[in-house]
């Protein structure tokens, strides 16, 4: 439903890289966190957050070990299992709550719907808890000086 939707896009892509990204991290679920690492497979995006997708990664991981030490659980020396590969489309179940609402916000009612420059406006509005704000927070990002990059290239 969702890729009928959208067709073959930059929005497109940006939504298939994250979930390939949920994928790799062995997460069931697409969150804003996954939006944001997809955004930064697009060039426009990556060059406005001024962050590299390895990074941000490396700061996700950072993260889920902090909140794991914060439960109790011990991860220091444990590697990452593989995860097999799983295919399917990409469909709105895959999407977590605050993801789906991303997104929807993101193609309703701009001129420029479904451009991964508004997913990535949506997603440097949004405050922590959220995880998307909470890797922005660790990865030390200008949200002021992203919009004004999303700005001048428009």
């Given at each position: 439903?969702?890729?009928?939707?959208?067709?073959k896009s930059p929005f497109a892509a940006v939504l298939t890289a994250a979930l390939e990204e949920s994928r790799r991290r062995?997460?069931?679920?697409?969150g804003t966190e996954h939006?944001?690492?997809?955004?930064?497979?697009?060039?426009?995006?990556?060059?406005a957050l001024g962050i590299?997708?390895?990074?941000?990664?490396?700061a996700l991981d950072r993260l889920d070990r902090a909140a794991l030490t914060a439960l109790g659980?011990?991860?220091e020396g444990l590697r990452p299992a593989e995860v097999p590969p799983r295919h399917g489309k990409?469909?709105?179940g895959a999407f977590t709550s605050s993801a789906r609402a991303v997104?929807?916000?993101?193609?309703?009612?701009?001129?420029?719907?479904?451009?991964?420059?508004?997913?990535?406006?949506?997603?440097?509005?949004?405050?922590?808890?959220?995880?998307?704000?909470?890797?922005?927070?660790?990865?030390g990002a200008d949200?002021?000086?992203?919009?004004?990059?999303l700005d001048s290239a428009t």
């Open positions: 439903m969702l890729d009928r939707l959208i067709a062995g997460d069931r679920r697409l939006l944001l690492l997809g955004l930064l497979h697009d060039p426009g995006s990556a060059l590299g997708l390895a990074d941000a990664r490396a659980i011990e991860v990409l469909t709105l997104v929807n916000e993101a193609i309703r009612g701009t001129p420029r719907p479904r451009d991964p420059a508004r997913l990535l406006r949506v997603l440097v509005d949004l405050a922590p808890p959220d995880p998307a704000a909470e890797l922005l927070v660790e990865l949200r002021e000086a992203v919009r004004r990059r």
